[in-house]
Nanobody
Framework: VQLVESGGGLVQPGGSLRLSCTTS????????MSWYRQAPGRKRELVASISSSGGTKNYADSVKGRFAISRDNAENTLYLQMNSLKPEDTAMYYCKAIIDLLEVWGQGTLVTVSS
């Protein structure tokens, strides 16, 4: 099973992007999911997480109030809406699910915030 992210790109500071994560290989509705990011030379960090039902969400302090994690279980898709983007948000963004006790990651989508 592999997750597939999309939606990254180049955006100016203050702009917005929406990332998506999906797979055709498994029904994601039963699993809690997360978004992580990794900037060059830095450790991968948790950005946001969401419960299987979508009722519980958690965010890193650095993105609270700017990013919103959501899921559409009917579409088998996880989202990350990113607003008020800053240059320090530049990173490769990955989605993750824990399926049958195994961590399953996507290949990442690159977000670059620059003028």
């Amino acid at each position: 099973v592999q997750l597939v992210e999309s939606g990254g790109g180049l955006v100016q500071p203050g702009g917005s992007l929406r990332l998506s994560c999906t797979t055709s290989r498994v029904n994601l509705r039963a699993y809690a999911m997360s978004w992580y990011r990794q900037a060059p030379g830095r450790k991968r960090e948790l950005v946001a997480s969401i419960s299987s039902s979508g009722g519980t969400k958690n965010y890193a302090d650095s993105v609270k109030g700017r990013f919103a994690i959501s899921r559409d279980n009917a579409e088998n898709t996880l989202y990350l809406q990113m607003n008020s983007l800053k240059p320090e948000d530049t990173a490769m963004y990955y989605c993750k699910a824990i399926i049958d006790l195994l961590e399953v990651w996507g290949q990442g989508t690159l977000v670059t915030v620059s003028s």
